[in-house]
């Protein structure tokens, strides 16, 4: 077999030199385009279901939303480990699934369970899933650190929630991409007791002023002239003024008390770090689809951060 194989090698040279070109040509373009990671995704199929109940403690969320979610995702096909985990406002429920499960056929039967476990949760519960990557999914990490001195935190921050985080959302195989540190930009109201007695004015009539304060109403449409023009009140709240302007009630005298009565301010929460003492960023951790190509995905990455063009933030 193999005498006449050598044999039938020798006198066809040219269909063994192109099969080896052939077979040489395809070893490379496997080489290119083999998904190689350092660490393989080895992790099980899973779905995570993150909900937020604001100001209450474990116990709390443990009583009235883990444990209704964790034994309502006890029946979802295909899961073989619900792990239910509760923290202070936060509940987490791990749903484990069978290996070879489709990752979206999972996360589909996890949604139509939730809908089921929605009427047993209390009211201002916030339910979402979590993305669609695994434990290694964690590819990429950038800071936008402004080296000049010229963009604070804020602006940074600005930066990367209303510009980069959104171009980068748009690449292929993006399952998320979050955002740490910088100063998120809001305004506080800081009251003060004794105006408040003084001028009788409580902390709902407060809260009720500034909420209907904050927000635009619809009118009509008013034909002049062949002409349509629509009519509607715009009341956003834009700047510390607009906060001091809001009216909360008339004194017995009919004078007009005003927000500035109780001390509005603006003040910007600190949640950041510096970057190794060459000025302070914001990190943008960049999380991979599962089972998509990592390579791939951090060169596509790479050269779409390098040619961004931030615009008028320089530095």
């Not at 100063?183 to 500034?210: C, I, S």
Request: net charge negative; hydrophobic share 40%; with cysteine.
């Amino acid at each position: 077999m193999i005498a006449r194989l050598i044999h039938w090698s020798i006198g066809n040279r040219f269909l063994v030199l192109l099969a080896t070109l052939f077979i040489t040509a395809l070893g490379v373009w496997s080489l290119r385009n083999t998904p190689l990671d350092a660490l393989p995704d080895l992790s099980d199929t899973q779905v995570i279901i993150r909900t937020s109940f604001p100001g209450q403690a474990p116990q709390i969320v443990e009583n009235q939303v883990t444990y209704p979610l964790a034994t309502t995702m006890l029946s979802v096909p295909g899961a073989k480990t619900v792990r239910g985990y509760s923290f202070f406002g936060d509940s987490f429920v791990y749903v484990l699934f069978e290996d070879d499960t489709d990752l979206y056929w999972a996360r589909s039967r996890v949604l139509e369970y939730l809908n089921q476990a929605q009427e047993r949760l209390p009211e201002g519960v916030t339910t979402t899933l979590g993305p669609d990557a695994t434990g290694v999914g964690w590819i990429y990490q950038y800071a936008l650190v402004d080296r000049s001195g010229q963009h604070d935190l804020a602006q940074l921050r600005a930066l990367q929630d209303w510009f980069l985080k959104y171009e980068l959302k748009s690449l292929p195989n993006v399952a998320e991409v979050a955002t740490l540190g910088g100063m998120v930009k809001q305004y506080q109201v800081l009251l003060d007791p004794q105006k408040l007695v003084a001028y009788g004015v409580t902390q709902q009539e407060v809260e009720a002023a500034l909420k209907s304060a904050n927000q635009e109403t619809g009118g009509a449409i008013l034909e002049l002239a062949e002409r349509e023009y629509m009519v509607r009140a715009s009341g956003y709240l834009e700047s510390l003024e607009d906060f001091r302007n809001v009216p909360l009630r008339a004194s017995a005298s009919g004078v007009t008390i005003k927000c500035v009565t109780v001390r509005a301010f603006d003040r910007q929460v600190v949640d950041a770090y510096n970057q190794l003492g060459i000025g302070q960023g914001v990190c943008g951790p960049y999380s991979l689809l599962c089972r998509c190509h990592l390579r791939l995905a951090r060169e596509v990455l790479r050269g779409t951060l390098l040619g961004q063009s931030l615009g008028s933030f320089e530095g």
